[in-house]
Structure formats: structure tokens, C-alpha cells
């Protein structure tokens, strides 16, 4: 076996003095089964003199192709990069980890040292990681500096796969070489507080991080405590992305403390994590005398005030390589708007600044005492070591959600304004659409802002969201004038596989709720089945919007190849 010193050394001068031979299959949507349907792939793959990256993202193979590409791998050390996202799409939870056994099992048979594995995209679980453990923890990964494990559904698989990484780092260590591992992309996991702490315990173990990336796993303010002592021992980080976990005011100032030596940090994404007033200010407060090479700041979304608001503004005066500022979704309200718009124009900033489109509006009697910070615990509950939170699904007290007209929905959806329909909601969105129920353009209309704020975490708001798309649509397409051609060929144009005549529509920026509902829909039996068939096709087509998601596309994909 080649020396791994030696080879890191090799990789290192290759990434800079000649392109790496690639043996690529991206996106063809191959459905290998056999030994024999894999044969292309073998081929090609015994073919390539020197093959430092095999891509077979985006296609579906099964164990006994599996087991043919493996034995071609077992000749390829020089093999780097396996970029192996979207590979298992229709198959068995079973298969994929026998499977990956067969593939990992291959490389480390070969000799080969991976630089980067990229397994986004594939739902396996907890069993997924299993399957690669020993891959990970092999001389084969002593040189991995890109692991990319997004939308695999992992949940306690993410302290698994932490234990492993540490594993590899002692092993490593011991063989002269440490594990060096620069990028770790995860996000859309459930990793929650139990895999934020251990995850966090592996990149302080490793130290070498510079882009972490972590969106919408759960993570509470514990586990994002946990994080920020990650920050501290990690020097080098260029790109923080936490979006869409909870931080509250608890989680913020512990970040902002952290980020205090981030030097190098160029990219600083906390949308959308309920950072508050009192924790944008802290971390206004770390921009302001820290963070010297900030490129890209998000705060949107994290019921963050004026005064604070105004605050941040304020805190990039002195950031001379700052491009982007995300305050979109916060509580300011006109004037506030008005005010952080002002303060950066007069700072010559205000190219810098992101839209206010979806603004909450200030709340004149919380604008100066921001007392929620001191409930927090109603906000999340904490249990050791497994968080929660309410049982209400962000519906509160009956008594305390305004009622809200389906026109004001609507315009602008929210959580607490769907509530607020009522409890005949389904029959107040038809009453609304009124003689429209046959006109396919409105009904989807009302279609995409309803499902704009479907959970698919919560039992109770995916209940009442599909109940509201089943009446919805089944009543369009039960319509002798509903047109179901025109409203499939519509529904495709929202998400963005067909373009629309009108030059000024986009489609939907976060398809998630839709691909969620649709997976409904589709089962039922007022959903034609010929639109299915149309639907599977398009679907399996790569679609920039959509496969962000691509665990609620691989989800709808296997229901629509099930029907």
C-alpha cells in the first residue's frame, strides 16, 4: 500500500499542476439492476487509465450492479474524488446498505486515498452510516478533506458518524497523517442536540474545518452552545451556515462570543434561527470589532427588532469586502426599514442590502422590552440529551391567534395566519376562490400558499395542510372545466421545469411545502393518473430549484414509482 504521507503529497501537487481524469455518469438517471445493466459503468471505469474521480450522482443502482462496479474500483488507486450523491433513488432502505458496503469495501481494497466523498442526497439513515463506517475510518480516508452527507435522514446516525470521524483523526494521527478534513456538509439530517454535541466534539478533535455547513437540523440552543465551542477551535473557518435551527437569545451570544477569533471567516449564515434582538446585537457587536474578511451576513427571519436591526446596519461600516446583507423577515417594520436603509446609504453600503419583502412589521408595544427572551423555556423545551418542542406545532392558544381572512392569508402566508382561518379552512379557501374553483391559475395559486407553510415534522399542520389541498384541488379537478392538461402543465411551471409565457413570473424559491403536498396529492384518487405518469418524468430531470430538496424529491419520486 502506497505511503499516505507520500500520496497527500502527490494529491496536493495534482490539484495544481494537472486537470484529475474524471469517469462521469452525473445526472444520465441509468437504472442499474444487474451486473449487466452496470456494464457501461465497469466498462468506462476499466477503460480510464487514470481515474481520480468517478461521479455516478444522480443515478439508481442496485446491489448486484453495485457489486460489478466494486470489482473494477478494487484496480483504480488512483482514485480521489466518489462523488456518489442521489445514487439509490427507488430502491430498498435494505439494498443501499449492502451496496455501499461493496463500493467502500472496493476502495479500500485498492489502495486508494479519497479526497472527497460526497453521499448527499441518498436517505439512507442511521443504517447508511453504519455501512460506511469502516470506509471512514480506513487509510483510504486518512486524506478526506470534503465529506458531504446532506438530506440522508440521519438522526442518530449523526453521532455515529461523529465517533467515526474521531476515530479516523486517532488512527490517523497515530499513522503520521491526521485527518485534515476542510469541508463537512450536512444539513436537512435531524441531527438535533445529540448530534450537534457530538459533531461538535469531532471537528474540536480535528480542528481543520473551514466550511461547515449544518441547515435545518433541529438543533437547539444547547446544541448550538455546543457548535460555537467548534468555531473556537476551528481557525481556518470560511463558511458557517446554521440556517434554520434555533438558536434563540442563549445560542447567539454564545456564537457571537466564538466568532470574536473567526479571522477568516468569510460567510456567516444564521437565517432563519430565532436569533432575536438581544442576540443580534451581540453578534452585531462581534462584527463590529471582529470578523475582518465577512463577505455574506443572513439574519433574516429571526424576530429580530428595530432597534437592533438598526444596530447590525450599523456594525458593517468597517467591513470593506461585505457583499451581502440578509435582514429580510425580521420585525422592523416601515419605519424601521426606512431607518436601516438610511444607515447604510449613508455608510455607501446599501448595494449591499437584501430585499424587505417579507418584513413582519414592528410591534409598537414590544419594540422597547423585548420580554420574551425571558421565556424562552416555553419556547424550547430542553430534556437531556433529546430536545422537544411545543406540542402545539406554533399554534398557539386558541384565544391568542387573531382571526385571519383567507385573502390576508393569502397575500402573505404564515403559520399563525393559517391558524387563524379557523377551523373550517378548507371551506373558507374555496368561498375565497369562489367562481375561480374551475380556473386552474388560481386554484394553484391558492395551492402554492397553502403549502407554503406545510411541516412535514408535524403530524397536526401536515393534516390540516393536505386536508386543504385535497378540497382545493380535487374540486378543480373534478371540474368538467378544470382542464387537468393545463393545470399539471401549470403546476410544472411553478416549480420550475417549464417556463411561463408571462416574463415576469418565477417560480416558487422553496418548492419543499409543494413536493410535500404533492406526495399527497398523488395517492388520492381524484389525482389523474396520466398527470402522474407526467410528473415522474419531469421529476426526474435535474431542476436547480428543486433539488435543493432532494430528500422531499426522492420521497415524492418513490410514491410516484410506486402508484
Not at 114 to 134: H, K, M, Q, Y
Not at 173 to 199: D, H, M, Q, W, Y
Given at each position: 500500500m502506497a505511503d499516505v504521507a507520500a500520496v497527500t503529497d502527490l494529491l496536493a501537487k495534482a490539484s495544481v499542476e494537472q486537470p484529475l481524469a474524471e469517469v462521469s455518469f452525473a445526472g444520465r438517471g441509468l437504472k442499474l439492476d444487474s451486473a449487466e445493466d452496470a456494464a457501461v459503468v465497469v466498462d468506462a471505469i476499466r477503460e480510464s487509465p487514470e481515474m481520480h474521480i468517478l461521479s455516478l450522482n444522480g443515478n439508481t443502482i442496485g446491489v448486484e450492479a453495485a457489486q460489478a462496479i466494486a470489482e473494477a474500483l478494487e484496480e483504480k488507486t488512483e482514485l480521489q474524488r466518489a462523488r456518489w450523491s442521489d445514487m439509490f433513488?427507488?430502491?430498498?432502505?435494505?439494498?443501499?446498505?449492502?451496496?455501499?458496503?461493496?463500493?467502500?469495501?472496493?476502495?479500500?481494497?485498492?489502495?486508494?486515498?479519497?479526497?472527497?466523498?460526497?453521499?448527499?442526497?441518498?436517505?439512507?439513515?442511521?443504517?447508511?452510516?453504519?455501512?460506511?463506517?469502516?470506509?471512514?475510518?480506513?487509510?483510504?480516508?486518512?486524506?478526506?478533506?470534503?465529506?458531504?452527507?446532506?438530506?440522508?435522514?440521519?438522526?442518530?446516525?449523526?453521532?455515529?458518524?461523529?465517533?467515526?470521524?474521531?476515530?479516523?483523526?486517532?488512527?490517523?494521527?497515530?499513522?503520521?497523517?491526521?485527518?485534515?478534513?476542510?469541508?463537512?456538509?450536512?444539513?436537512?439530517?435531524?441531527?438535533?442536540?445529540?448530534?450537534?454535541?457530538?459533531?461538535?466534539?469531532?471537528?474540536?478533535?480535528?480542528?481543520?474545518?473551514?466550511?461547515?455547513?449544518?441547515?435545518?437540523?433541529?438543533?437547539?440552543?444547547?446544541?448550538?452552545?455546543?457548535?460555537?465551542?467548534?468555531?473556537?477551535?476551528?481557525p481556518n473557518l470560511r463558511i458557517l451556515n446554521l440556517n434554520d435551527n434555533t438558536f434563540t437569545a442563549r445560542g447567539a451570544k454564545a456564537m457571537a462570543k466564538a466568532l470574536t477569533k473567526a479571522n477568516n471567516l468569510e460567510v456567516l449564515n444564521f437565517g432563519d434561527c430565532l436569533i432575536r434582538s438581544e442576540g443580534a446585537s451581540a453578534l452585531a457587536d462581534t462584527i463590529t470589532s471582529a470578523l475582518p474578511n465577512i463577505r455574506e451576513i443572513n439574519f433574516s427571519f429571526g424576530e429580530i427588532k428595530q432597534n437592533a436591526g438598526l444596530k447590525v446596519a450599523e456594525s458593517v461600516e468597517n467591513k470593506t469586502k461585505l457583499e451581502k446583507l440578509e435582514l429580510n423577515g425580521n420585525s422592523f417594520g416601515e419605519g424601521g426599514v426606512e431607518m436601516i436603509t438610511a444607515t447604510l446609504e449613508a455608510i455607501s453600503k446599501e448595494d449591499i442590502l437584501g430585499s424587505f419583502s417579507d418584513d413582519e412589521g414592528s410591534d409598537e408595544e414590544e419594540e422597547e422590552e423585548e420580554e420574551e427572551e425571558e421565556e424562552e423555556e416555553d419556547e424550547v423545551t430542553e430534556v437531556k440529551d433529546q430536545p422537544t418542542t411545543p406540542t402545539n406545532n406554533g399554534k398557539e392558544d386558541a384565544e391568542n391567534i387573531p382571526p385571519c381572512a383567507p385573502a390576508d392569508f393569502l397575500a402573505f402566508p404564515s403559520l399563525k395566519k393559517f391558524w387563524g382561518l379557523g377551523d373550517h379552512k378548507e371551506q373558507r379557501l374555496l368561498d375565497h376562490l369562489g367562481d375561480k374553483i374551475s380556473d386552474y391559475e388560481a386554484v394553484l395559486k391558492v395551492y402554492v400558499k397553502i403549502s407554503a407553510v406545510m411541516d412535514e415534522n408535524s403530524p397536526e399542520i401536515k393534516e390540516s395542510v393536505n386536508q386543504c389541498v385535497d378540497v382545493v384541488l380535487s374540486k378543480l379537478l373534478q371540474s368538467m372545466e378544470g382542464k387537468p392538461e393545463a393545470f399539471a402543465n401549470e403546476l410544472l411551471v411553478h416549480l420550475g421545469y417549464i417556463k411561463s409565457e408571462d416574463k415576469k413570473f418565477r417560480p416558487v424559491s422553496n418548492p419543499s411545502g409543494m413536493l410535500v403536498t404533492l406526495e399527497h396529492a398523488v395517492q388520492q384518487e381524484y389525482f389523474p393518473r396520466y398527470i402522474v405518469n407526467l410528473l415522474t418524468t419531469f421529476l426526474s430531470l435535474p431542476n436547480e430549484l428543486v433539488d435543493k430538496h432532494r430528500m422531499e424529491k426522492h420521497n415524492l419520486l418513490q410514491t410516484l414509482y410506486r402508484l
Open positions: 433513488t427507488s430502491r430498498l432502505r435494505s439494498e443501499i446498505p449492502l451496496a455501499l458496503r461493496s463500493l467502500g469495501g472496493a476502495i479500500m481494497k485498492s489502495g486508494a486515498h479519497l479526497v472527497e466523498l460526497d453521499l448527499c442526497d441518498n436517505a439512507f439513515g442511521p443504517d447508511g452510516v453504519r455501512s460506511v463506517r469502516d470506509l471512514l475510518e480506513s487509510p483510504a480516508c486518512y486524506t478526506l478533506q470534503e465529506l458531504r452527507f446532506n438530506n440522508q435522514g440521519l438522526g442518530i446516525g449523526g453521532k455515529i458518524l461523529a465517533e467515526t470521524l474521531i476515530k479516523c483523526h486517532e488512527s490517523s494521527s497515530k499513522a503520521g497523517t491526521p485527518l485534515k478534513l476542510k469541508v463537512f456538509i450536512c444539513g436537512r439530517n435531524r441531527l438535533e442536540n445529540v448530534g450537534a454535541i457530538a459533531l461538535s466534539k469531532a471537528f474540536q478533535t480535528i480542528g481543520t474545518l473551514e466550511e461547515i455547513q449544518m441547515p435545518q437540523n433541529g438543533i437547539n440552543p444547547e446544541g448550538i452552545e455546543a457548535m460555537a465551542e467548534a468555531v473556537v477551535k476551528c
